[in-house]
């Protein structure tokens, strides 16, 4: 057995190798790069690509590729071999820097909101030093940045840099008034939980909605779901302990700290959680994850559901992003400590964020905003819709002394005890936990829990370090000017408790007085991307972009323009493949069966049975298969008449208010003529196989 220590990293051009692999001068000038963002030399550019091709070469690559993030949310690569041509015929196996430094990709084929036209082609990838280089079944791969011809980002890394920068640049500033002069950078921290579905692939393959929706867009609830709380947490099985294994081993190569797996609530759900790291790395991780997840599912004939929602009536899946700032000395700024009330530098950037999230709900839902997510924010399985902070009580408590001007003098720690002696004692957390809530603090960090599982983490990110970038500018524009830095420091910290407190809600998210509580407060409610997504543009969010230099108007016009186009085009391959399985496979099954029960109560009636109930079953079937046919053609006609020429936000309107409850209402039908459908007539794998098939 392989050694966690020989294992971890095996597949990655790291510190440790490019301490080994490079000369002293070049491995000091690339982290001066990596640690300070100063430019790179040329001439160090090629040493190191010629050391990690040699390495590469080693460990059994072929090509090399630019590994980027496109704005459809996946990554994107295309290979190159190590090759050059000599004269004679030869060719010899190299490795430029400029080769590292930049590459080339088609600008206008991959998604860009309007940036590019067909036309204008040009594009660049860009190499991002501060992530690691990988090998991925026998290709190097560079992480890097992604823009047009005309410089615009084009991609999910390049707005998480230079929202990274302007984190750090006002974080230092609040730095320096608290004497810290130790700290030279603050970088965003993150570690997003996976939450994932397993299917076995054989009866993946029989569901056309799984396949094109990776969703499925017809099924009954099974007589059990999660409603007896015995997935969650529970042993894992055989088959999916092989799976995890397998991935985790895959994921250790190529250095991503996968550390947490277990049963998650829904039958077939399970997570994954790896450890903290910079931003940028654990969103380039989380990509890796991603796939990874999908490819070893294969191999053990599985296939990996990462889709919202992929089946009705059951918990759907999240990706929690627990986000904190960390500076380059290794400090968390949102460590409490044991007095939290007792440090002001503590609760200054506490109140950053808690005055940063009030002000941008809107942005931080439109982070969120997908086809996908909206089916599962605010069914009362994960967060709401309305973007809320729990403190816990302790924290809630030091802000309302601050406010009301009243001592505090903190709160007892107590030891955890359970009335049985032969049990440890350990200290009692001063707080509870929040799982209603859409961003909890959790001890020295929040978790943004509304992101979707198949979306990229870096979208949240991107607005998380922004709007706190914001609040840090504020504060440090009012601090650095006053006369008496405690006294403004104080009425700053207790004013803005004052302004923000209403964004903060330490109750039951779910509950429906929560939602006209939040009413009363202001809060933003925007259920769906057609309400989310246009907040892109708001002429507030396109200064605030614009004044930290993280995104430009026409950037945040694609990204708005884009998420809507893809809202239309998703909900457009769902809706034609509910037509698909419906005309083909579930309308003449039920004809089928119908005819066959109808055959068989004829035949009955003339022995003289008594068959009241098998005609009243035929008569409820025929009558539902009448409204399935009608329904098919009431989605067809709305299919018919969306717009083919109107703008993205008018196209995502018609499919949200027009084509979605046209095939809600032939769900509806389809799945009741499931329920009395004999199961050997139904065309498809039901609920029941697809979630409690693998063992």
């Not at 909101?113 to 204008?120: A, H, K, P, V, W």
């Not at 419906?582 to 022995?607: D, F, H, N, T």
């Amino acid at each position: 057995m392989v050694r966690m220590e020989e294992l971890f990293g095996i597949n990655v051009f790291n510190d440790s190798v490019m301490r080994q692999r490079l000369p002293r001068e070049t491995y000091k000038a690339l982290h001066k790069t990596i640690d300070d963002g100063r430019r790179l030399d040329p001439e160090v550019a090629s040493v190191v690509a010629n050391a990690m091709k040699d390495w590469a070469l080693e460990r059994g690559a072929t090509h090399y590729t630019h590994w980027f993030q496109p704005l459809n949310s996946v990554t994107a690569e295309k290979h190159d071999a190590f090759i050059s041509p000599m004269p004679g015929g030869a060719v010899i196996q190299e490795f430029s820097g400029k080769e590292l430094v930049r590459g080339e990709a088609d600008a206008s084929s991959l998604p860009n909101g309007g940036l590019r036209s067909t036309f204008e082609a040009r594009g660049y990838t860009a190499w991002d030093p501060t992530s690691y280089a990988f090998i991925k079944d026998h290709i190097l791969c560079i992480p890097t940045a992604y823009c047009s011809y005309g410089g615009e980002a084009l991609d999910k890394k390049t707005p998480l840099l230079r929202s990274m920068e302007a984190l750090s640049k006002q974080a230092v500033r609040i730095l320096r008034l608290f004497g810290r002069m130790d700290a030279t950078r603050v970088m965003p921290t993150v570690g997003p939980e996976q939450e994932y579905f397993l299917v076995d692939k054989d009866l993946f393959d029989r569901r056309s909605d799984l396949i094109f929706a990776g969703r499925t867009l017809f099924g009954a609830k099974p007589p059990k779901g999660q409603e007896l709380g015995d997935h969650f947490f529970g042993t894992i099985q055989t088959r999916v302990q092989a799976f995890m294994s397998d991935l985790n081993e895959e994921l250790w190569k190529l250095g991503v700290l996968a550390k947490t797996e277990h049963n998650e609530t829904a039958p077939s759900q399970h997570e994954m959680a790896p450890i903290y790291a910079i931003a940028n790395i654990a969103c380039d991780h989380n990509q890796i994850t991603m796939e990874m997840m999908k490819k070893v599912a294969l191999r053990h004939n599985l296939v990996c559901l990462l889709a919202e929602k992929p089946f009705a009536g059951v918990n759907g899946s999240g990706k929690h992003n627990n986000w904190s700032m960390f500076t380059n000395t290794g400090y968390n700024l949102l460590e409490p400590g044991d007095s939290p009330h007792e440090s002001a530098q503590f609760l200054l950037f506490l109140t950053s964020v808690i005055k940063a999230v009030d002000e941008n709900q809107d942005l931080l839902r439109a982070a969120v905003a997908s086809a996908g997510n909206d089916h599962r924010l605010g069914g009362f399985e994960a967060p709401p819709a309305i973007i809320s902070i729990f403190l816990g009580d302790e924290l809630t408590e030091i802000l309302e002394a601050l406010e009301a001007g009243a001592h505090y003098d903190g709160r007892e720690k107590t030891d955890m005890t359970v009335g049985v002696h032969a049990l440890p004692k350990f200290p009692r957390d001063t707080t509870d936990r929040n799982r209603t809530s859409p961003f909890a603090f959790t001890g020295n960090k929040f978790e943004f829990r509304s992101l979707g599982s198949s979306a990229s983490v870096s979208d949240a990110n991107v607005v998380l370090n922004t709007i706190v970038a914001e609040s840090l500018r504020v504060f440090a524009d009012e601090l650095e000017t006053a006369a008496d830095f405690r006294s403004a420091l104080h009425d700053l910290i207790v004013r803005t408790i004052h302004d923000h407190k209403r964004i903060i809600f330490n109750g039951n998210n779910y509950s429906p007085e929560w939602v006209e509580e939040a009413k009363k407060r202001g809060l933003l409610c925007m259920s769906s991307v057609v309400d989310a997504l246009p907040c892109y543009t708001a002429d507030k969010n396109i200064r605030l972009f614009e004044t930290h230099h993280v995104l430009s108007a026409s950037e945040l016009r694609s990204r708005r323009d884009i998420g809507l186009d893809s809202y239309a085009k998703i909900i457009n391959i769902e809706a034609e493949t509910m037509l698909m399985m419906a005309r083909r496979q579930i309308l003449p099954a039920v004809i089928s069966y119908a005819g066959k029960l109808a055959a068989s109560c004829s035949s009955l009636k003339e022995s003289g049975a008594s068959l009241s109930c098998g005609f009243s079953v035929l008569s409820d079937i025929c009558q539902n298969i009448d409204d399935l046919d009608e329904q098919i053609g009431f989605l067809a006609d709305a299919l018919n008449r969306k717009p083919d020429a109107g703008s993205p936000e008018e196209s995502a309107a018609y499919m949200h208010d027009t084509v979605l409850p046209a095939m809600a209402a032939l769900r509806g039908i389809a799945d009741y003529l499931e329920s009395i459908t004999d199961r050997a007539a139904w065309p498809f794998p039901t609920y029941d196989e697809l979630l409690f098939s693998v063992r």
